[in-house]
């Protein structure tokens, strides 16, 4: 079965700062992995994904992760956290083609930005 | 383009009762899933609805159900509705893609069940 470890609940970080929030997973078969964010009272936002190809992938906002097959990794990160980007983040695994579009998300870390 | 379209955005409902909420996809997409979000159990996957066939189903109890229009189009329903069914239900849609590729999935604003 497939799973997803976020192992940071929450993390204060300073405006300016650098930003790294752990993914761990476990899959059968060729991960499909996604980060997404969520602010209060909203959906989630796809921030970026990991199919194939470049480990290392660019997302909105300045974000980036880094897919690391040996450590089952698929840490988010950002070199300058702004305010605007305090709110919960959500990695998924998932999301084969032609199976099923089922995602099975981690429990969340949410950022909290001082200034 | 418009994105995953979710309505209400809110509602308040006594227990006993039956919701629907709806989605739109992204036009194109033929996929459509829900998911519900609580504090205590995080985001966890009701259903996926593809070419108006449940394609999959999460664990959740029978009072939990949905289909899906030719248009693709989705509702989903909760009957006989319980206090523990307060959450924010999740609509994401894909390009149901096939081959060795994955499927982007995005989501929408969700609705918000109140249940007293």
């Known amino acids: 079965a497939q799973s997803v470890t976020q192992p940071d609940i929450h993390i204060t970080v300073s405006e300016g700062a650098s930003l790294e929030l752990r993914c761990n997973y476990s899959?059968?078969?060729?991960?499909?992995l996604f980060w997404y964010v969520q602010s209060p009272g909203q959906g989630l936002q796809l921030l970026l994904k990991?199919?194939?190809?470049?480990?290392l992938v660019q997302g909105i906002k300045g974000f980036e992760a880094e897919f690391k097959r040996s450590q089952s990794s698929f840490n988010l990160r950002k070199p300058s956290v702004h305010w605007s980007d305090a709110a919960e983040y959500f990695c998924?695994?998932?999301?084969?083609?032609?199976?099923?579009?089922?995602?099975?998300f981690g429990t969340g870390t949410r950022l909290q930005v001082t200034l | 383009k418009a994105g995953v379209t979710q309505t209400p955005r809110y509602l308040i409902k006594t227990r006993g009762q039956q919701v629907t909420l709806s989605c739109s996809p992204i036009?194109?997409?033929?996929?459509v899933s829900w998911y519900q979000q609580t504090p205590g159990q995080g985001l966890q996957f009701l259903f996926e609805?593809?070419?108006?066939?449940?394609?999959n189903k999460g664990n959740f109890p029978g009072r939990f159900s949905g289909r899906q229009f030719s248009n693709s189009r989705s509702e989903m329903n909760v009957s006989t509705l319980e206090l523990g069914d307060s959450a924010l239900y999740l609509c994401?849609?894909?390009?149901?893609?096939?081959?060795?590729?994955?499927?982007?999935?995005?989501f929408g604003e969700g609705s918000w069940l109140t249940v007293v």
């Open positions: 998924a695994v998932g999301g084969a083609a032609g199976t099923a579009s089922k995602l099975t």
């Open positions: 994401a849609s894909s390009l149901a893609l096939t081959g060795n590729s994955g499927n982007t999935i995005y």
């Open positions: 990991y199919f194939s190809g470049d480990t």
């Open positions: 036009s194109g997409h033929r996929s």
């Open positions: 899959y059968g078969a060729t991960p499909y």
């Open positions: 609805y593809f070419s108006e066939t449940q394609r």
